[in-house]
């Protein structure tokens, strides 16, 4: 049940299903607001108003009317205060002044740059005379046009009855004067002398009240009085309105808040589901949509607002409640496609490189880097020279911190530089082992890391040489040794034959001369082999080689030391069989002499193990042995020439057995080692395999 419902959560069938709800839900929430907000007139607020003198609309009516005649009595007074200029403050007309004046002095060949400023002013008096007069008589006409304006729409609040005076000018709709006389009706507001009646009482503690008691401070005190109350009539029919565009506000509410949470849930799922096959998926599957960069995507998303815009702009409000379904739709459906996008870009922690700005700045960024790294010091140069000028001006407004940036950079480049100069001081007075630590990658970085190479290329050639100073001396000794012994014993016999009359004697000693001579035969070859193996000097014929039977084969020529040392040979192979790339004599060499190794040092009676395994990049031949002697010696050291597995040299090696099949193994392309690990003596052969090895 659990899989199943895993499927179906990321299904396509049903990704489509919640999208089309989605944009069912967006489209109801734009058909509510244009019902109650365009086409009733209503206000969402007003379904939480408890009544109508609390309500904003109460507010509103009242605000436009009181305003209107503040400002009447207060600003413009009469037609006879405004044809007489009263309205117009010295600011501007001053303002007017100089708008002529500039033209005056840009335009008027009246004008002389060397008079005084006075002197000038004189004479545009003079000259623009009728047009300064023209913008005082505009100046009264708009004043004349906004006070018939305010007029006009306290006149239209029919059922408001008002008296407002500024001792002189009255402006009413009512014969009434005194206050009592307002005071009569059902609602009233009485602004005079700094204080205010209001009635209902509770009207002050409507929330936007302040909008209205803002005007008092505008009177004057002394002169000014306004009155309004509002017939029984009029309030009915408002109430009325009123309770009418609460019962649409308070369904629009409801209507509104269950398509808000259907389509806030729907959206909530489709953003977690767009893009994976399930929860545990994160890889994310773009389609062609995502290609889109992400800047064009918000652009097309802010034009699909303007369109929906401009088209519901274009028809009549009657229009709007037919049209609203048929264009929200694919509207809708084609924004929130895209809205999904920038969802999955989120998700895939691409929205900011897949946008187009990012794009084209990252490509010059990548071209002037592959410039500047491809490029000598003198490019680098030129281009720092051209780009930091140009930077500056791209960022004049934040010169400061362009120049900050400019001198860390320089700063660091001096520092890093300062360390290479010590560096290499301290390298060139024998310090190898100093390093210069620098942490950027550019030119002097990569200055520094040669140093460093160099400083570390020394050291091994130092190290190399010291070893080398030690091999050739231990070689000296050694040779020197394991020659001498065999030579002295010759030397010795060869004079005792001179004074020998005894035939059984001289047998005796002529027996151990050829063997003396013998062994001196084999370490000369040994050294010779050894030498020609080391420099490489050896042609090589490289072949297709079954390794299983040239191991076999090699048995029956040295069946005879396996049996005299009485070894048990286990050689474990794969069923198939098995291929290298070798020189067949070099090879054989090079195994023989791992067997003449466990010949002379292999404990009596015990077992030889040889392993043949097939790896994936080539055949891995392994030798195992216990050693008669105590392995009290290092792999490395019994690498060395004339090194052998007993010290005290008593054995009949040269020491050169496994210094020479290295050397041939290597010349083939394999490599070679050993391990010791306690008695336990491990030799590894590693070649290339042959590429038919299935044959």
Known sequence: MGIKLKKFSHAVLTKIIVFIIMISCFTGIMKNIIDVEIINEANYSSAFEADYFLSKEFIIENEAVISGLTRLISEYKSEEYILNGGTISEDEIRMEEDNLYDSFRWNSRSYNPNLSEAQNYEIFKKEYADKLAKAREQLIKNDLRELHFIMQNIAEHEGMIYYATDGKTVYSNTSMKEKQQFKKY???????????????ENVTENEYFHRIEGYKNELNPETDIVYVAFSEDYLNLKQKEWKEDKEVATKGLILLLAFTIGFTLSFVYLALVVGRRSFQERELHLNFVDKLYIDINILLCIGLIGLWGAIMDSVNIQSMDVIVFPVTIPIAAIGFA????LVKHIKNRTFIKHSLIFTVIYLIYKFIKNVYDSGG????????????????AATFFIFPITLGVAAWFAYKKVKTFNAIKEGVEQIKGGNLHHTIEVSEKGELGNLASNINSIADGLKKAVASELKSERLKTELITNVSHDIRTPLTSIITYVDLLKTEKDPSRVEEYIEVLDQKSKRLKVLTDDLFEAAKASSGNIPVSLEKINIVSLITQGFGE???????????????????????TADGKLLWRSIENLLSNIFKYALKGSRVYIDIEDESDGIRLTFKNISAHELNISADELMERFKRGDEARTSQGSGLGLSIAKNLIEIQKGKFNIHVDGDLFKAMIYLPKHKSNNE
């Open 186 to 200: 059902p609602a009233y507001m009485v602004f005079e002398k700094y204080k205010q009646e209001i009635y209902p």
């Open 377 to 392: 010091t003198a490019v680098k140069t030129v281009l720092i020279v051209i780009g930091y000028p140009i930077l500056v």
């Open 558 to 580: 040295v069946n005879d030391k396996i049996e005299e040392m009485n070894l048990e040979f286990k050689l474990n192979h794969p069923v198939e069989k098995v291929y290298v």
């Open 338 to 341: 895209f809205i999904l996008s």
